[in-house]
């Protein structure tokens, strides 16, 4: 008994001085306990949606009256010179009402008076979610106009952009986005980290390599992997799933680098600045792991994440390129929808290299 003691006093010791171990056995475990109770919500409100009213009516007014004051819509009028459709292609609503001519007299004689609803079905479940909370505001409608006549008024809904509502159409691009936001980063900072631990290191600070190209080598080399990888991914998804891509390739290869190069250079943020490999792999695991998972857009949609936790967000590069993938698997929108999303995940690969860089060429011996 007294040996376990003994040797436990000693685990507890050595878990005192190392201060970076300490803190990530501490501060994890709150920090996962805080994120998961505050960002997770999967609730669906205040979605926008516009409406083209052709009829003008009183009756018509009405029915976009209520939908408005549900809290899961939020109607905004159509802009000038767009129609429904083209609402939905340039993401400016996710859903879209259309009435149509002669829907208060086709009401007001007790015949059918349709109206249609254009729903995204990008996000299957939301969908969902959606169709659920028109018929309902319909059936409700419906009874305040003629309690007799409840089918008075008709709803047909049209999916747009996945019609089949097949979730591996959302969640398969969603899952090779977060492996490549772990994988590439957990190598490249463990191949930092072992030179630091090891001390090989000390060979590079004495030779003419420089810290810039010294770190510039190891990015690209693990790109390369990286690339290697979300091919094999991408093969998986087309051959084995079915899934194909819904416009023309170029943003999503250029996307592609830059996005494998922002997780080599966080990483390689990681390796330089932590010279154990237990830490690093932990850091860089668990880092790209919940920041992913819970800000990326990846389980539930990014406007479901309370402020000022939504602003992290910004600083995840596999949210914009889940935009990326989803875009190029169901939408097809391209480049006038998705030009920000090289541009930010330029600035982030850029701000994690230099981050690298500096700690590399602080200690690195200059002749």
């Known amino acids: 008994m007294t040996r376990v003691l003994a040797q436990i006093r000693k685990e507890l010791t050595q878990l005192r001085r190392d201060t970076l171990t300490l803190t990530l056995a501490l ?55 767009i129609s429904a459709d083209h609402a939905l292609d340039r993401n400016l609503a996710r859903a879209a009402i259309i009435i149509p001519p002669q829907f208060h007299r086709h009401a007001a004689r007790g015949e059918p008076a349709e109206l249609q609803w254009l729903i995204d079905a990008t996000d299957a479940n939301t969908a969902n979610v959606m169709r659920a909370k028109v018929a309902a505001i319909t059936g409700a409608f419906n009874h305040d106009l003629h309690p007799t006549a409840i089918s008075a008024v008709r709803t047909e809904i049209r999916y747009w952009f996945n019609p089949g509502r097949e979730d591996l159409r959302y969640f398969g691009p969603g899952v090779l986005a977060f492996g490549m936001a772990i994988f590439p980063t957990i190598l490249t900072a463990l191949a930092l980290s072992r030179e630091s631990e090891l001390k090989t290191i000390l060979q590079v600070y004495v030779s003419n390599v420089s810290a ?98 939504r602003f992290l967000s910004n600083l995840v590069p596999m949210r914009y390129y889940l935009e990326v993938l989803r875009d190029a698997f169901l939408r097809g929108g391209g480049w006038p929808r998705l030009w920000h999303v090289p541009i930010a995940l330029g600035l982030l690969a ?18």
Do not use: H
């Open 27 to 81: 501060a994890l475990p709150a920090m996962l306990l805080l994120l998961l109770s505050t960002a997770t919500s999967l609730s669906v409100k205040d979605i926008p949606v516009v409406v083209q009213d052709l009829d003008r009516t009183p009756l018509s007014r009405r029915y976009v009256e209520q939908v408005g004051a549900s809290l899961s819509f939020r109607v905004n009028a159509l802009p000038e010179g």
């Open 212 to 309: 810039f190209e010294y770190l510039l080598g190891k990015v690209i080399a693990y790109t390369l992997v990286a690339l290697v990888e979300w091919t094999i991914g991408m093969a998986i998804l087309f051959g084995a799933f079915g899934l194909r891509l819904a416009g023309e390739p170029t943003t999503l290869v250029v996307a592609t680098v830059l996005y494998l190069l922002c997780s080599t250079c966080w990483g390689a943020m990681v390796g330089a600045g932590i010279p154990n490999q237990a830490a690093a792999i932990q850091a860089a695991q668990l880092g790209s792991l919940l920041t992913s998972f819970l800000f990326a857009g990846y389980i539930f949609p990014v406007q479901n994440i309370p402020q000022p936790l």
């Open 350 to 367: 850029s701000f994690f290299f230099w981050r690298a860089w500096t700690a590399l060429r602080d200690m690195q011996v200059t002749a």
